[in-house]
């Protein structure tokens, strides 16, 4: 088969995807988005460039749909010179995030489109009020209807939506939910998988040791940030080290701002340490910034206790990772992370907005190594069962089957999920 592609930052979600085709044989996979030096051998490429920003002189609410159409525009003008040069998909996959795909079906009308659909936007729930540290301005109110725009002309245009979770598919209104197929995301569980020896030799990264008595605590996020539950962290971290003089603690993440907004001032990491001082000792805690996947990998396998902490929001790949790498994880009691973890069986919960509770746990798993031993356990077992990637394929390859006609490859049985759930 044909497949096109069609995502910003190459390769984004469709990874595991783009490589399984590959493999299969016989397919032909060519990838619109943005320049980077992401490279997958077999994958024919072409990139767009935006002309331009948004216009100053529009509406600030308007500002990110004129982006959109910018996307919109200039994909559709490269997929127009792709079709020239005779390449017709059988099927469009996408990420409906950014607009980029809303003029396909101008291109090529009738194809069948599988779109990516993240998060609808939602002024009265979710993230928006969350947080009562970062009160969101009612003037800003109008900014998040808007950000709905380009989810509500990809619902109306032709196509088949997918979403990873349970909870990112609740945000989306009821008319809306009729069109998205919940379509779980695996890992790649050899990769992803415990080493119990991790913890029987030191852990070096860059100029930071962790000696084998040492208890580490690690903390994971693409930028340090609220959304991510950061500053609780930083705040949780003057217990635990008060507490525990053989505990050290990476935290992985860039300075830049993902979700939400920024600091009043410099990075949100700067900040904190403004606020904490030399309460965070630099000899104790290392911020890592960006690692490459080996040594992140390395690290959850080393890590004695893991933090996710996450608003009511998308659930990062690393919680995935760290189930599947049978971490010891403390996690936030949102539905982002109980579709996931279930208190006391795969992960302590906790109040994220509350650092002692979040230390209290982090010392219990310490403390308390049995308990520790079990979690870990359960925590990937949990993911053996309901992150397969051959399963998650298998449901994609159907997903295709049904939007183009064809017969899919038989399908390997999948177990029931077992949704998370907060006990006691």
């Known amino acids: 088969m044909r497949y096109l592609f069609v995502h910003q930052n190459f390769p984004g979600q469709f990874l595991h995807l783009v490589r399984h085709l590959l493999r299969a044989g016989g397919n032909e996979v060519v990838f619109i988005g943005e320049p980077n030096t992401n490279a997958i051998a077999g994958v024919r490429r072409v990139n767009y460039r935006l002309p331009r920003g948004a216009t100053e002189q529009a509406h600030p609410n308007a500002r990110e749909f004129d982006l959109a159409m910018l996307r919109a525009e200039e994909v559709a003008r490269v997929a127009e010179q792709v079709k020239g040069l005779g390449f017709t998909p059988d099927v469009i996959i996408g990420h409906h995030g950014w607009g980029e795909m809303l003029n396909l079906v101008d291109v090529w009308p009738g194809v069948p489109i599988i779109g990516y659909f993240e998060f609808y936007y939602d002024f009265l729930a979710g993230d928006i009020h969350f947080d009562p540290e970062f009160v969101f301005p009612p003037s800003q109110l109008s900014l998040v209807r808007a950000r709905n725009n380009i989810n509500h002309i990809a619902l109306t245009n032709p196509g088949i939506g997918i979403t990873p979770t349970r909870f990112q598919l609740n945000t989306y209104p009821d008319w809306a939910r009729r069109k998205i197929t919940l379509l779980p995301e695996g890992v790649d569980l050899d990769r992803c998988r415990p080493a119990p020896a991790a913890r029987r030799k030191p852990f070096r990264l860059g100029g930071f040791e962790v000696p084998v008595e040492a208890k580490l605590v690690t903390f994971v996020a693409r930028n340090l940030e609220p959304y991510r539950g950061f500053h609780s962290m930083m705040r949780a971290l003057v217990p635990l080290l008060g507490a525990r003089p053989d505990l050290r603690a990476i935290l992985v993440g860039g300075d830049d701002v993902s979700y939400g907004a920024p600091p009043p001032s410099g990075t949100w990491r ?57 971490c010891a994880i403390v996690g936030s009691d949102t539905a982002t992370v109980t579709e996931f973890l279930t208190h006391d069986q795969t992960g302590l919960v906790v109040d994220m907005l509350h650092p002692p509770a979040i230390a209290e746990a982090v010392l219990e798993l310490l403390d308390n190594p049995r308990r520790a031993r079990r979690l870990r356990a359960a925590a990937r077992a949990w993911a053996e069962e309901n992150l397969r990637m051959d399963v998650y394929l298998a449901a994609f390859e159907q997903l295709i089957a049904q939007a183009t006609g064809t017969a899919a490859p038989a399908a390997p049985v999948a177990p029931v999920v077992a949704r998370g759930r907060r006990h006691g």
Do not use: K, N
Not at 289 to 308: E, K, N, P
């Open 270 to 326: 700067e900040t904190m340490l403004r606020e904490l001082g030399d309460r965070i000792d630099p000899t104790r805690v290392h911020f890592a910034g960006q690692i490459s996947y080996d040594l992140y990998l390395t690290m959850l396998q080393r890590s004695d206790a893991h933090v996710y902490l996450s608003y009511p929001f998308v659930a990062s790949w690393s919680l995935r990772e760290a189930m599947a790498c049978g």
